[in-house]
């Protein structure tokens, strides 16, 4: 982090600001070295009349939705440096300076959205404080704009664990002086904001660590324990606990390996060491007065964050190794979806969310009906985090499992009922999801006598493996999905009046993308962000253009074509700008969008290029800035174009 500049503000700073507007001369002394650098930056500004950059107002919405945590963060700190003085406003900027937030104790606007960084307004403390990375005061003529001549500005960065700039807190007052010592107390509530930032950042990724393990380790059919280099139990499985006869695991988490398996046993030491992954081994575990034999089928070592490393441990109770095993080895996956993964505002998705909030707390059995890509999957989940229940979410996809396949997939079976069963037999997909949930999707594809089968077991909760005969009772949430008419299918004799019953006791429609367009802004701008922060790419917005075009298209894939026309563009666009050129073709071959009149992209582009040359005069910078693109994207399509960048080739090419 760079240091603190304080301002040597001196009587003639007005007249060096004049010779080096009116006549380019740079000062040689007289002025502070940030601020003639930055005045240099400046050049090319008209100093007299700025032309003021204003987001629209979806783009302004998803932008302090991205930011929301350093908005909350920050807040509170901002209202405390405003009443530092009785005429002064805060602001808190992005990293390009778009104000996110404002303070203010005094009549003096300054719009959300309005940019006020280096390259829209010149010379400012915001500007400043991005570009060389400090904290610093500036007065009066030290501000290129003469807009700002009156005023005594304060800014400082904010920067995040690794140090980068994520945004900078301004502190401003139009017609005097700033308190003394502004920049300290500054710099004390910057590093407020960036201590809670991080204590957040600290929090989230336990909270991820944990949903994880918590997520994964009970989806496997082994017995699993997972344990840190040192031998001390972070988590174990539900399949582990039927082995000792124990219910709860916090029995054993925090407990040490060697509380359960001897340091004289054989391999012991192996089972620790993070370098050596093993597959055979037989493993004693000592509970009271009671050894349990064990066969360890794997044992692998996964990295998490922060550089540390655990071990997971997985066996069973059958003296005999399968040899010929695969090894299973669990990532680290993405947390689960929840509530505010389901972007909209329109009333119809606000209602759907209200229904799923007040649903997931309960027990009841839940139907999502919708068309393909509507996010029936996500609900299912989001409703699944929110419900409490301590057991995973196991999704299984009715239509893609082969008819001869499900029953054994849905019960498991046991050992040596049928050929080429697995040896000790296999627990199904409803017991994997005992305390938990488990998510039928395409439902209205399962075979008409293995819905009698499902609706048996819906009935009394109760299963028999294929091949057994021990009753099994299982604790689960049922959330079923279709892109079918149900209704239809039984009236056709293809879906169960009972089971459709006993499955919809909630019944949630959730409305094609085309029926809510009004939330097109929201979704594109929030995928935007995601696929930025995937890609490594700089955050990027969404141009008027490309948002109109997007909101006039129909969406027959729903949210999930919208995902994938979001990503192209991501990926494809010079800049940080998605215009509508920058979408792919096949947005605008469904006949539903145009951009003009004519329909031709190539001409909109040529006449919206030429146009912006004749308003800058020429200016290729002004121009690729106007238009929304880097230089030498503009370059690239003068040469596709053939648009000769001398003035007198092209001025008069379309007329007047």
């Known amino acids: 982090m760079g240091g603190i500049i304080l301002s040597t503000q001196t009587q003639s700073s007005d007249k060096l600001w004049h010779l080096f507007v009116e006549k380019g001369v740079v000062p040689g002394q007289g002025l502070r070295p940030e601020v003639a650098r930055s005045w240099q930056r400046s050049r090319g500004i008209d100093p007299w ?87 610093i005061e500036l007065k009066g003529y030290e501000h290129y704009s003469s807009k700002y001549h009156t005023f005594s500005c304060a800014a400082a960065p904010i920067h995040d664990h690794d140090g980068s700039i994520i945004g900078v807190i301004d502190i401003s007052n139009p017609f005097g002086d700033l308190p003394t010592n502004v920049l300290k107390m500054l710099g004390l509530g910057v590093k407020l904001v960036e201590n809670q930032l991080c204590y957040r950042a600290e929090k989230l990724e336990l909270q991820k660590i944990r949903c994880n393990c918590s997520s994964i380790v009970d989806v496997f059919q082994d017995c699993l324990l997972l344990v840190d280099t040192s031998g001390e139990i972070i ?74 490393k655990q071990i997971v441990l997985m066996f069973n109770n059958d003296n005999k190794i399968e040899l010929t095993r695969q090894a299973v080895v669990p990532i680290r996956g993405s947390l689960l979806s929840n509530f505010d993964h389901l972007i909209g505002d329109s009333e119809k998705w606000i209602n759907i969310k209200s229904l799923a909030h007040k649903a997931a707390p309960t027990a009841s059995n839940v139907l999502i009906e919708g068309e393909s890509g509507t996010g029936k999957e996500l609900l299912a989940q989001a409703i699944h985090n929110a419900s409490g229940r301590k057991g995973a979410f196991i999704a299984i996809n009715c239509g893609s499992i082969p008819r001869e396949l499900l029953q054994s997939e849905l019960y498991g079976y046991e050992d040596g009922s049928f050929t080429g069963a697995r040896k000790g037999g296999s627990m199904g997909k409803l017991e994997m999801a005992h305390g938990g949930t488990v998510f039928l999707d395409e439902i209205g594809e399962m075979p008409f006598d293995m819905q009698v089968s499902l609706l048996r077991f819906l009935q009394d909760r109760t299963l028999i493996r294929v091949g057994g005969s021990q009753p099994r009772k299982i604790d689960l949430r049922v959330i079923a999905a279709t892109n079918r008419n149900l209704k239809e299918e039984m009236l056709k004799g293809n879906f169960r009046k009972d089971l459709y019953y006993r499955l919809s006791v909630i019944n949630i429609e959730l409305p094609p993308l085309r029926e809510r367009k009004e939330d097109i802004p929201l979704i594109a701008n929030y995928l935007v962000n995601e696929l930025c922060e995937h890609h490594n790419r700089q955050p990027m917005y969404i141009a008027d253009d490309a948002m109109k075009v997007l909101s006039k298209y129909d969406w027959p894939g729903n949210a999930r ?96």
């Open 561 to 656: 074509e919208l995902s994938n026309i979001m990503e192209h563009a991501v990926i494809f666009t010079e800049g940080n700008i998605i215009s509508a050129q920058d979408l792919p073709g096949s947005i605008f071959e469904s006949g539903t969008v145009e951009l003009n009149t004519s329909g031709k992209l190539e001409e909109y582009e040529k006449t919206a290029i030429i146009n912006s040359l004749r308003q800058y005069e020429g200016n290729i910078s002004q121009a690729a800035k106007a238009l929304g693109v880097a230089r030498n994207t503009l370059y690239r399509k003068l040469k596709k174009f053939g648009i000769d960048t001398d003035l007198s080739s092209w001025q008069n090419s379309l007329g007047d």
């Open 235 to 308: 988590n174990v499985n539900n399949n582990f606990l039927q082995l000792v006869g124990e219910k709860n695991k916090q029995v054993f988490i925090g407990n040490h390996l060697r509380d359960y398996i001897g340091a004289g046993e054989p391999g012991f030491d192996s089972l620790l060491s993070s370098g050596t992954n093993i597959s055979t081994c037989q493993i004693n575990f000592t509970l009271g007065n009671k050894i349990i034999k064990c066969s360890l089928l794997e044992k692998h070592t996964i990295n998490v964050p922060e550089g540390r």
């Open 49 to 135: 009349q700025i032309k003021l950059d204003v987001l629209p107002d979806s783009n302004l919405k998803a932008r302090r939705k991205r930011y929301s945590d350093l908005i909350e963060v920050a807040n509170p700190i901002m209202k405390d440096i405003c009443s530092l003085g009785e005429q002064n406003f805060v602001l808190l900027c992005d990293t390009e300076g778009y104000v996110l937030d404002t303070i203010s104790n005094m009549e003096y606007p300054q719009p959300l959205g309005l940019r006020l960084s280096e390259e829209t307004l010149g010379t400012n403390a915001i500007g400043i404080a991005l570009v060389e990375g400090s904290a």
